[in-house]
């Protein structure tokens, strides 16, 4: 079963290290197109009969393909320990916004965990890329997927929405939606069915913490911990001051507005 891998991971490399966790690679190779096996140079026989066109095998040892494999892929897929996954990627590790999704998968195939940049990296989508294609059990662990409340760097990217913010305020506004402060919603443009089509899916109501307004000028920055604004609109006079440190500014395509 093929499945259409969600932005940012749209080439995937697969690691794998024994003989059975290469034939469970050769299943998610097949499910990711454009999916890449990397396995060592002894399983090259087993890394080509489980990937056809899609193995590259390689010689000496694992820890030293970890810099190509940054640099060349989005999302890692890892049919390694865990514990042997943190001792491999430690020394290359730079920041969630640069370093690639990391998903760790168990030979069973019985549980996908994200381990590295579960948001902006995407791993944790591609946790339920892998749910999907393989019957595994994602385990996330991210404070706003495990309660399914609002995750505040994927707001809208299913959508095209971008957004405007500092590592800072992304902190502290996702301190403030996970710890159930009062957050500001404001949507002026942009798709109104966001929250349905939320990363990794949302069923339940829109968390109580958060109110809606229709316009940035209703909103009292002080009565709330975070204001998060989908516009097309420049900050309106002085509210750059008012909304220091606090503010998250998303912005829909010009098309979608």
């Known amino acids: 079963m093929s499945v259409h891998l969600p932005f940012p991971n749209e080439r995937v490399a697969v690691v794998s290290i024994t003989k059975h966790g290469i034939a469970l690679a050769g299943k998610v190779v097949a499910a990711i197109p454009g999916a890449r096996l990397f396995a060592p140079e002894k399983f090259r026989a087993e890394a080509e009969a489980a990937a056809p066109g899609a193995a590259t095998c390689y010689t000496g040892k694992t820890g030293d393909q970890i810099p190509a494999l940054f640099a060349g892929f989005d999302g890692i897929v890892a049919i390694v320990s865990l514990g042997a996954v943190v001792r491999l990627i430690a020394p290359h590790l730079k920041a969630k916004e640069q370093d690639p999704g990391i998903v760790v998968l168990d030979e069973g195939g019985r549980y996908a965990i994200p381990m590295l940049s579960g948001h902006l990296g995407g791993a944790n989508a591609l946790a339920g ?30 959508l095209g929405w971008t957004f405007d913010a500092s590592h800072d305020e992304i902190v502290r506004a996702s301190a403030a939606v996970v710890n159930d402060e009062p957050v500001a919603l404001v949507q002026e443009a942009g798709s109104r069915d966001w929250w349905a089509r939320h990363a990794n899916g949302r069923s339940g109501p829109l968390p109580a913490n958060l109110k809606r307004f229709e316009r940035l ?29 606090r503010r998250v500014i998303y912005r829909p395509p010009q098309e979608a507005a």
């Open 129 to 158: 890329v892998l749910a999907a294609a393989l019957g595994a059990q994602p385990v996330l662990t991210t404070a706003s997927d495990a309660r399914e409340t609002l995750a505040v760097d994927l707001l809208g990217r299913e």
């Open 217 to 245: 000028e209703d909103v009292d920055p002080e009565q709330f911990g975070a204001v998060l604004w989908i516009s097309l609109r420049d900050l309106p006079a002085g509210w750059a001051e008012r909304l220091a440190g």
